[in-house]
């Protein structure tokens, strides 16, 4: 059974950053994608990016591109989100995700395993 347990949110000024993690147990890894996605209340679950495990591949949606990144850490079997310069329309519960494909994928229904969320609040 694959495990995702998040962590890293708070609260933040917007032109802050925050780094949140998503540390990962169970058996993935060699072809799974991992993604990001973020709720804002009242709002669908939207897609922040993802990257591939094999061989770190990232992508990023234009609206976070240039002010987040993603990485990986094999050792941790961790994946994090690096977010920079936010803004308060970034104020959502981040969700990392994951699934057993190497095919990129925004859609949530594609991904079959779920982190409890952890809230990012970007004050004005």
């Known amino acids: 059974q694959v495990r995702l347990v998040e962590s890293g949110g708070g609260l933040v000024q917007a032109g802050g950053s925050l780094t949140a993690s998503c540390a990962a147990s169970g058996h993935l890894f060699s072809r799974c994608i991992m993604g990001w996605f973020r709720q804002a209340p009242g709002k669908e679950r939207d897609f922040v990016g993802s990257?591939?495990?094999?061989?770190?591949?990232?992508f990023l949606v234009d609206s976070v591109k240039g002010r987040f990144t993603i990485s990986r850490d094999n050792g941790k079997n961790t994946v994090y989100l690096q977010m920079n310069s936010l803004k308060p329309e970034d104020t959502a519960v981040y969700y990392c995700a994951a699934a057993y494909t190497i095919v990129r994928s925004n859609v949530p229904d594609h991904y079959p395993y779920w982190g409890q969320g952890t809230q990012v609040t970007v004050s004005s």
């Open positions: 990257i591939r495990w094999s061989d770190g591949d990232t």
